[in-house]
């Protein structure tokens, strides 16, 4: 029974962040990383100088305090129309449907049309072109009419479509002797007309101003809906109080034209200043009119006075009003007077406030302390004679009502030229205007920092995130930890990599030269790492069943073929009578790495088709002889479990020093399982970085499940990282050493 107490460890310790290793990964990493953040400089760079430049066009507009009436009477009339809105009020309004709805219509927002330029650069080279005369515009490059390079311009005066065209991409291609034609998605004609004349068909009414561009020149044109476009607008508008109750609001719009911007924003300044005219100037003609309403009645209640007192002093033959009279009429008519004015306040306020509104009320408070005071006067009248009652009354009414008709004409004229000469609170400080010398978009330096950065970044997440899911053991000593002694360390070989990548790819046995690493460059370390093993395994042997090898691997591809017929060739440079069988009756490429055929080798031996001297095979290499695969076979499993095979191998281990059996990966099939019981030794292969040493366990548990003892492991394809920095750092105390030629 194996001890898991390594294995345990193993685990402890590979939850643990191991910062080395990590270093070490983006170290063996960096020509990913300096890649990625190369590619990614370069795309930076290329956007930056690219990217349509965005300009922002700035005006400032100041919000004033309204100033007290200075027409006698208009005074207290203006503090209850209410004082001056605050800055974000002023800022929704400017903002509001009304005003960006008007300068939507006024400049023909909703019509959208960009020329089709050239994919990726078409933009940057209109830009660049330089007309030397009015409507002159670019040639096209490499023959692309279609496109636009330059100088092209449209100017729509009128678009109107249908309500399932809003909002849909058109196509205005330009035409010969000033014509166009409008194209839907579809390529279908949509209608036809000349630059200055209005053209309709099937709901489509289109008047182009201007066209500058050569014939077959494309232009995408949009009829976006109009609240879309307010909205759209509403966004893009920047208005901000520059400093708190400063009163000034800075107004901003961006876009790729700079003229373009500047037109909307002085559209919506004058149209926020016009609007605000017309609403100061509506308060005073909402009073006059109110005034208008009253002055005939008032008129008509003087006549009636004044014909009302004239009746009475000729019926009473009396002329005047005593001095007495006449000082207690003086104070009723100036009582009356004042609570005239009230009532027309309180008529005023009633059309705008309600009654529970402290200015109403107010208002009301001061109206009964008046009529207190006629109360008090009206009770000395009541002491008068009769007579002289009657005539203060009637004297009374005609002046309070000749007081009451004055003033309210005066106001009525008052206010009128006040309408008339309304300003607003509010005025433009600066129009608009752009810095076309520096765009707001893009900050090409920030843009190429920030692209090297998020290269430098997906390039190290890349490597870590390679590093994460690849699970492979790349230190021996994890391999050891798991119970199994690794017999050798055979450091990575370019040639190794040449010759298995040209093996596999030979159509033909007899093509190229020695599929042999151990013959084509015999000093290679990997070729020396296996003369160690050649060592190991002479002293292994000697308490081993019998004289045959078995290597086997957990997976595909961790190089079994590439050590059994290197190893091999070694023993058999040692003087050793050396048998190489290739047992992947499924796979195997032995055939190819000794430029033999596939036929009458070891399937064709299992299925006594031929005899094992006819199955054997002489090679390049002194004493050692190979059997090859023979012809794929369907049933390889059930061969190899035959007597057939045992008997084989009966005949040759006495006629060999070693025979070693190259064998299926034990986790794919189950033919090294089999063939593991009648060997003396087995050892498996193990890739560098490939094999997972949880599939490494697996392997060994399914050999320990066919009672079969796995000596060793062979740790394949080693490479030199500074991931690997403990014992699998293979080149830091691995030499090569060779003799000097002079």
Not at 162 to 190: F, H, K, M, Q, W
């Amino acid at each position: 029974m194996q001890n898991n107490t390594p294995t345990s460890a193993a685990q402890h310790d590979s939850d643990e962040i191991d910062l080395l290793a990590l270093l070490g990964a983006l170290i063996d990493g960096k020509w990913v990383i300096i890649g990625f953040t190369v590619c990614f400089a370069i795309i930076g760079v290329a956007y930056a100088l690219l990217a349509t430049p965005i300009y922002q066009a700035n005006a400032l507009i100041q919000i004033e305090e309204k100033s007290g009436n200075t027409l006698s009477g208009l005074g207290e009339l203006s503090d209850m129309l209410g004082s001056t809105p605050e800055a974000v009020t002023e800022i929704e309004l400017l903002k509001s449907r009304a005003v960006i709805g008007q300068a939507v219509e006024n400049l023909k927002l909703d019509i959208i049309v960009e020329p089709n330029y050239f994919p990726v650069i078409g933009r940057w080279m209109a830009r660049r072109f330089i007309p030397e005369t009015s409507g002159e515009v670019a040639s096209p490059l490499l023959g692309f009419d279609s496109y636009a390079w330059g100088g092209e311009s449209v100017d729509i005066f009128q678009l109107e479509v249908p309500n399932s065209y809003l909002s849909e991409r058109l196509e205005l291609v330009a035409g010969e002797n000033s014509s166009y034609t409008l194209y839907n998605d579809d390529g279908e004609a949509l209608l036809q007309g000349e630059v200055g004349t209005q053209a309709s068909n099937n709901g489509f009414t289109m008047q182009v101003k201007t066209l500058a561009a050569r014939p077959n020149t494309r232009f995408a044109v949009t009829k976006q809906r109009r609240l879309n476009t307010i909205l759209d607008y509403q966004d893009q508008l920047g208005a901000a109080e520059r400093g708190k109750d400063s009163g000034i609001i800075s107004l901003s719009m961006q876009h790729e034209n700079p003229e373009y911007a500047i037109s909307i924003l002085d559209e919506v300044s004058r149209l926020y200043v016009r609007q605000n005219v017309e609403r100061n100037s509506a308060e005073a003609a909402q009073s006059l009119e109110f005034l208008k309403e009253q002055l005939p009645q008032v008129r008509k209640e003087l006549e009636r006075y004044e014909q009302a007192l004239n009746e009475y002093q000729t019926s009473t033959k009396s002329v005047d009003i005593t001095i007495e009279t006449q000082a207690i009429l003086d104070q009723i008519v100036e009582l009356d007077t004042l609570i005239s004015e009230q009532n027309l306040k309180r008529a005023e306020m009633e059309r705008r406030f309600t009654r529970q509104h402290p200015s109403y009320q107010a208002l009301l408070d001061q109206m009964e302390q008046l009529k207190r005071q006629k109360a008090e006067l009206t009770s000395k009248v009541e002491s008068l004679p009769a007579t002289q009652q009657e005539l203060l009354r009637l004297t009374r009414d005609v002046a309070v009502t000749t007081e009451v008709y004055t003033a309210m004409l005066n106001s009525t004229q008052e206010l009128d030229v006040l309408r008339a000469g309304t300003v607003g609170n509010v005025r433009v400080i600066d129009t608009a205007d752009v810095n076309v010398e520096e765009p707001v978009q893009p900050k090409k330096a920030l843009i190429a920092i920030i692209a090297t950065l998020l290269g430098g970044f997906a390039g190290v997440a890349l490597v870590l995130l390679r590093k994460a899911l690849n699970r492979g053991v790349e230190d021996p000593e994890i391999i050891e930890q798991l119970g199994l002694p690794v017999y050798a360390t055979i450091p990575f070989s370019r040639d190794q990599e040449v010759v298995e990548g040209g093996v596999k790819s030979r159509r033909s046995a007899a093509q190229a030269p020695s599929g042999l690493l151990a013959v084509t460059n015999p000093a290679d370390l990997a070729i020396e790492a296996l003369r160690s093993l050649r060592t190991s395994l002479h002293f292994a042997r000697l308490e081993a069943k019998n004289n045959i090898l078995m290597i086997s691997g957990p997976s595909p591809g961790v190089g079994k073929s590439f050590v059994s017929a290197n190893l091999g060739a070694i023993m058999a440079q040692a003087g050793q009578r050396v048998l190489l069988i290739d047992a992947d009756m499924r796979k195997g490429y032995l055939n190819k790495l000794f430029k033999l055929p596939a036929e009458n080798g070891l399937s064709e031996l299992l299925a006594t088709r031929i005899t094992s001297n006819d199955a054997i095979y002489k090679t390049e290499v002194d004493g050692l002889h190979v059997v090859p695969r023979g012809q794929i076979p369907p049933n390889p499993s059930e061969l190899l479990m035959h007597a057939n095979f045992t008997s084989f191998l009966d005949n040759v281990k006495d006629e060999y020093d070693i025979v070693i059996v190259d064998t299926p990966p034990i986790l794919a099939v189950t033919d090294a399982a089999i063939v593991g019981r009648q060997v003396g030794m087995s050892l498996i292969v193990t890739r560098f970085a490939v094999n997972a040493a949880r599939e490494i366990e697996i392997a060994m548990r399914r050999f320990a499940q066919n009672d079969i003892q796995l000596k060793g492991a062979i740790f394949n394809a080693v490479e030199k990282k500074a991931s690997a920095y403990g014992y699998g750092n293979y080149g830091y105390y691995n030499y090569e050493y060779t003799s000097d030629k002079r």
